[in-house]
């Protein structure tokens, strides 16, 4: 259901965007507009502009922009209806379409209650950890050479010995040992009655996208079973739907994610400055943790251990990012077993270096295939290569699978000629042969005439958002239809209506638009301003140099619709020519 215009309006106007960009980005003022380093792309000077005035933000760099929903969309990558809610929440607003009917309520307020639960056992889990009775769980994690700092930032804690010891302060807080149960961190049996899930153990706190703490991982201390044991599903917990360290990964904007086996995995990693890091939680990477990477990136790196369960692991997260449309890479952290005790050993530059030679999927797998042959055997060696070829032929694209074959070919030695028979020969027969036409080389096009009557209407409106006292003088001249295009022309409407009735806000129009694209484009309507002028003649030509181009790309336009056979044809477009000739020797200036 969409918010209707209204709502979206409140919202919008109640969270100032220079208040909430600023929450993420370090902004300096400068002139009108506040700037600083984009998010949305890698750059050392600041390009990013965010106005107050019109409620938007813009990068010059990249061409991102949009207004304060656009932003958290695009930073959190959140729906249209995900970045309002979020908002509205800030500002303390009701959600129109919240259902209040006694069922729906119950369950909201149930889901709440259990992420409060959880909240306040983190709490304790936490300050246990600091106390005197934690100091198991301190040592391990100093062995573990985690910082005070790291153990912070993931509110590591400790359950103690004792079995009852948080039940029995939840239950002092007012919780019910059906809610405490319902929580995931109590069970319940005639022996102990209603006793900890988690005891004798350091505490892993898992938190989902926003921040809020849905469950928890607990490593044993000694020899007990199961050595890792993990919070139940729950109301508020479903494994296969979460990954431990996304509520800070998803902000590292690193191009790509790492996604490893373990909680202490994710936590060196992090603490090591890769913050891209994330784990699985207890079960194997799914296809739904697979999409909700995809929401963030396009590739991840399988990060697991290197023995052949870690083997078997990153050949099916092989299939599941292929599934999900993800590209995918494999680290190779051989001598060692797992990233933490990589990093441990050979810190972090060699740990980087190792990302950066991360290998391609495809030759991983073949890589695994080869160790199962013996290549000092002819006819084993001829297998291998039959099992090369048809996986060769998983590639539909024509133009990719002979990219690898070439590749292949070189790095197996085999003649080109003879590998493309024997895939073409597999292909043919799975039916999955298609013809590839190699592109024609082409001179790169330069800018058309379109692009430049484009850019005299996106200066136009640019020039009207930041100076509506001129709108009367535009308006004697121009209309909405001198637009040459349809986005332009719905922009311009809006803008030209707005503005004859006092009331316009640039911001608003990007409420009419769900598309980020869209956003950006609209965003660069209102953010192209003519280089430095310096005198009043030149702010004079300019304006009439503007309206006048403006008016020729509309005249172009209506002249390209106008059908031949149409009695006016020949009336309009010399009336057309009129109106043109008119304005070009018209004195007209902004400032008049």
């Not at 153990?151 to 804690?157: A, E, V």
């Not at 926003?210 to 000694?222: D, N, P, T």
């Not at 904007?253 to 913050?275: K, L, P, W």
């Not at 509506?468 to 535009?474: A, D, E, L, S, T």
Request: proline letters at 3%; a negative charge; charged letters at 30%.
């Amino acid at each position: 259901m969409r918010y209707s215009d209204d709502f979206i309006e409140e919202v919008r106007s109640r969270n100032d965007i220079v208040d909430i960009v600023g929450q993420y980005v370090h902004l300096q003022k400068k002139g009108a507009n506040y700037f600083g380093l984009c998010p949305f792309h890698n750059e050392k000077s600041g390009s990013f502009s965010v106005s107050q005035q019109k409620q938007m933000f813009y990068c010059f760099g990249c061409g991102a922009g949009g207004n304060v929903i656009t932003f958290l969309m695009k930073y959190d990558n959140l729906t249209f209806q995900e970045a309002v809610k979020e908002l509205a929440e800030k500002a303390g607003m009701k959600l129109p379409d919240e259902d209040d009917s006694p069922a729906v309520k119950a369950m909201r307020d149930k889901k709440q209650i259990l992420l409060d639960i959880n909240k306040e056992a983190a709490k304790y889990y936490y300050y246990q950890l600091r106390g005197k009775t934690g100091q198991k769980g301190m040592e391990y994690f100093r062995e573990r050479k985690l910082t005070d700092e790291t153990m912070q930032h993931f509110g590591l804690g400790y359950a103690n010995i004792s079995s009852h010891d948080l039940v029995d302060h939840l239950k002092g807080l007012g919780y019910t040992d059906a809610q405490i149960i319902d929580a995931g961190l109590a069970s319940h049996d005639e022996k102990m009655g209603t006793h900890d899930k988690f005891w004798n153990r350091v505490m892993f706190p898992i938190q989902d996208a926003s921040q809020k703490v849905i469950g928890f991982g607990g490593r044993v201390m000694g020899d007990g079973k199961p050595k890792y044991l993990n919070s139940p599903e729950t109301l508020i917990f479903d494994k296969s739907r979460n990954l431990f360290g996304l509520n800070y990964a998803k902000n590292a904007r690193a191009g790509y994610m790492i996604i490893c086996e373990g909680y202490m995995d994710v936590i060196a990693m992090h603490q090591a400055g890769f913050n891209m890091a994330v784990a699985s939680l207890g079960t194997a990477f799914t296809t739904g943790q697979a999409m909700i990477l995809k929401r963030y990136t396009d590739e991840v790196i399988l990060s697991y251990d290197s023995d052949e369960a870690g083997t078997k692991a990153a050949l099916r997260g092989i299939k599941i990012l292929k599934e999900a449309g993800l590209r995918g890479k494999v680290l190779n952290l051989k001598p060692y077993k797992d990233p933490d005790e990589f990093i441990k050993n050979e810190g972090k530059e060699a740990f980087e270096e190792r990302i950066k030679n991360a290998e391609n999927t495809f030759f991983f797998e073949v890589r695994i295939m080869e160790e199962a042959h013996d290549m000092s055997d002819p006819e084993s060696k001829t297998d291998f290569y039959k099992e090369v070829a048809k996986k060769l032929c998983e590639f539909e694209e024509a133009l990719e699978r002979e990219n690898y074959i070439e590749a292949v070919a070189a790095r197996y030695n085999i003649a080109i000629d003879d590998l493309r028979k024997l895939v073409t020969s597999y292909a043919a027969q799975g039916g999955m042969i298609k013809t590839y036409d190699k592109p024609k080389s082409g001179i790169q096009k330069k800018n058309s005439p379109e692009d430049g009557a484009k850019k005299n209407q996106r200066l136009l409106l640019t020039w009207l958002t930041d100076e509506p006292g001129i709108f009367p003088k535009v308006s004697k001249w121009i209309t909405p239809e001198d637009f040459s295009d349809d986005l332009y022309r719905s922009v311009a409407k809006e803008l030209f209506e707005g503005m004859s009735q006092g009331t316009f806000s640039p911001a608003s129009i990007l409420d009419r638009f769900t598309d980020e694209e869209e956003h950006g484009k609209v965003a660069e309507m209102f953010n192209t301003n003519l280089i430095e002028i310096e005198t009043k003649e030149q702010r004079r030509k300019a304006f009439h140099d503007i309206i006048c181009g403006v008016k020729l790309a509309g005249y172009e336009r209506q002249k390209r619709e106008l059908k031949p056979d149409d009695p006016n044809f020949l009336q309009k477009t010399i009336q057309g020519k009129k109106d043109l000739e008119k304005l070009t020797h018209a004195d007209i200036s902004p400032d008049d």
